[in-house]
């Protein structure tokens, strides 16, 4: 599987955020978007996730998955969590592993109860969401990635609150979507600690150096 953007370019307002960008990011890699603040790094996630419209160019996918839309084939984490502060954390992850995957009510009580144990949240889960604190609420949005599988994985920011110990568990987690031909594609401004990953640096007026060097 092969995510290709060809030429793309978005405008936000007036503004043209990304111009004439092409990148390839392919199944088994990590593709981490870095740059400066405003060069376009939340623009390129949510435009590769489809809540954006590119204002010339297109993103497509090439191999198995092609006939498929990519927000099918995708989960998107951004800066805000998605969780609902009224339900409990397994009420929040229960919701999405219905939403986004469906089965009896005994197979997703097995997906939330697997997920909030993998995020160290067992405890918590039937802890009011409104009540967690900032690192418990965001692994508690990284949790639906358990619960129904997307060989797309969409993530903006997804270390910030996280403690070095939940960021550690991150980069398995990834690591693991990686070695199953899952494809990665991350905006970030720290390392994830990530083994060999790419990186696409995207300067003030995205334009986009793509190498392993690029680091942030």
């Given at each position: ?141 990284l949790a639906r990635l358990s619960v129904a ?68």
């Amino acid at each position: 599987m092969l995510l290709h953007a060809d030429h793309l370019t978005v405008e936000r307002g007036t503004r043209t955020v990304i111009s004439d960008l092409s990148f390839t990011a392919r199944a088994g890699e990590a593709l981490l978007v870095v740059g400066p603040n405003g060069a376009g790094k939340t623009t390129l996630i949510r435009t590769i996730a489809g809540f954006i419209p590119p204002s010339a160019g297109v993103i497509s996918l090439k191999g198995d998955t092609s006939d498929r839309d990519i927000a099918e084939l995708s989960h998107y984490v951004g800066h805000l969590t998605g969780v609902k502060s009224n339900l409990t954390a397994a009420e929040n992850l229960a919701f999405w592993a219905a939403y986004l995957e469906g089965g009896d009510r005994a197979a997703v009580s097995d997906k939330v109860d697997h997920a909030l144990s993998l995020f160290g949240l067992g405890a918590l889960a039937d802890y009011p969401a409104g009540l967690l604190s900032a690192g418990q609420k965001r692994r508690l949005g990284l949790a639906r990635l358990s619960v129904a599988a997307r060989p797309i994985w969409l993530l903006d920011e997804p270390t910030v609150s996280l403690d070095a110990a939940s960021t550690e568990l991150l980069a398995g987690l990834i690591q693991e979507h990686l070695a199953g031909g899952g494809l990665v594609i991350a905006a970030t401004h720290l390392p994830l600690g990530l083994e060999e990953p790419t990186y696409l640096r995207l300067g003030a007026k995205g334009a986009a150096d793509l190498s392993p060097e690029a680091q942030p």
